[in-house]
């Protein structure tokens, strides 16, 4: 099969592998569509480790081409989307109060085993979650990142009427401001630099849109909250910039959600005493531990637009090229998705 795999930093080529082999408890998925993760990004250049030669892809849908001898939840033609998180289920972590993903041998499909930049990708069956008929596999791509914003906004609990900004409007800002829009806020800020972006996170119900190379972010935000800031916001971007920013726009007692990844080596100055002075909490946020079927609920809820943010489709045999185009900012690119 074809298959997309990073060699090393700026080193992705296409490249022909076997069709994975699978075990009796998992499953052979055709790939319909994979996304491109900022994290794809990163491990493309160098900004995470990560062991190569490496299929990339942990964003993916796809229909079931074949499955183990003792696979019952699961059946031939099914359409799918897959958790990419694999716990060992012995480690002290694992067998804490609730099974969690700090799990001390954690693998995850596209991060340490191959993943689904392919024509074919292996999961375990309990990583198999079904998809209702009223989402496309292509919108359905985009329930992993979802899964990982649900576990954000449970960690920092959003409550109704909350006035809340986001802070980045890539394809995570723009779920989020929806995501958040869905649990109630009652305003929402979104700050980004690119109009286009702006543009687009306001068709998406954003209440108001801040471009910080226009306007100052929060001279905007405290004029619009009676001046004392946001209740909770939510970095979306992955830097140490987009960290500091967030932290301004949260009033005394608000929460600042780090959801972002940002590069391995990347530190954020702050001063101890405006975190004693805000009484602020800070939230992080790690990958989509049992919060996958929730996501695939919000997906097809109709309440979250998921195709507008779907801006290019790349063959497997174009995946080099999106790298690059996404690496060097192609304006106008939004969430790319490589379909074999
Ligand atoms: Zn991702
Ligand atoms: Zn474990």
Redesign the pocket.
């Known amino acids: 099969m074809k298959a997309v795999a990073l060699f090393g930093v700026g080193d992705i080529r296409v490249i022909e592998k076997e069709v994975p082999k699978i075990g009796d408890k998992e499953v052979l998925i055709k790939v319909t569509a994979c996304?491109i993760?900022?994290?794809d990004i990163h491990f493309f250049k160098g900004e995470w480790p990560v062991k190569t030669p490496l299929v990339l892809g942990?964003?993916f849908s796809g229909v079931v081409e074949k499955v183990g001898s003792n696979v019952t939840n699961i059946k031939v033609g099914d359409r799918v989307v897959a958790e990419p998180n694999i716990p060992c289920g012995e480690c002290k972590y694992c067998r804490m109060s609730e099974r969690n993903f700090y799990c001390e041998n954690l693998e995850a499909t596209g991060v340490t085993i191959d993943g689904a930049f392919a024509e074919y990708v292996k999961v375990p069956a309990q990583n198999v979650y079904k998809i209702p008929d009223n989402l496309t596999l292509e919108e359905a791509a985009l329930i992993?990142?979802l899964a990982?914003i649900v576990r954000g906004l449970d960690n920092v609990g959003v409550k109704v009427g909350s006035s809340v900004a986001i802070v980045g409007a890539g394809p995570i800002g723009l779920l989020m401001a929806q995501v958040v829009n869905y649990y109630g806020a009652s305003k929402t800020f979104v700050v980004d630099m690119d109009e286009d972006r702006l543009k687009l996170a306001k068709e998406l119900g954003a209440t108001y849109t801040i471009n910080f190379k226009e306007q100052d972010p929060k001279s905007f935000v405290y004029e619009k909250t009676e001046g004392i800031g946001v209740d909770i916001s939510i970095e979306c971007v992955g830097s140490s910039a987009a960290i500091e920013t967030a932290f301004k726009l949260s009033r005394r007692g608000g929460k600042l959600l780090i959801f972002g990844v940002a590069p391995e080596h990347d530190l954020w100055q702050v001063k101890p005493f405006e975190l004693y002075d805000k009484e602020i909490s800070i939230f992080t946020s790690y990958r989509s531990p049992y919060t996958f079927q929730r996501a695939v609920e919000v997906a097809s809820s109709g309440k979250i637009k998921l195709k507008p943010i779907i801006s290019h489709i790349f063959s497997l045999d174009e995946a080099p090229k999106a790298f690059n185009e996404l690496t060097s900012r192609r304006r106008g690119m939004i969430k790319v998705l490589i379909k074999p």
Do not use: R, Y
């Open positions: 996304g993760c900022g994290t942990h964003e992993e990142p990982c």
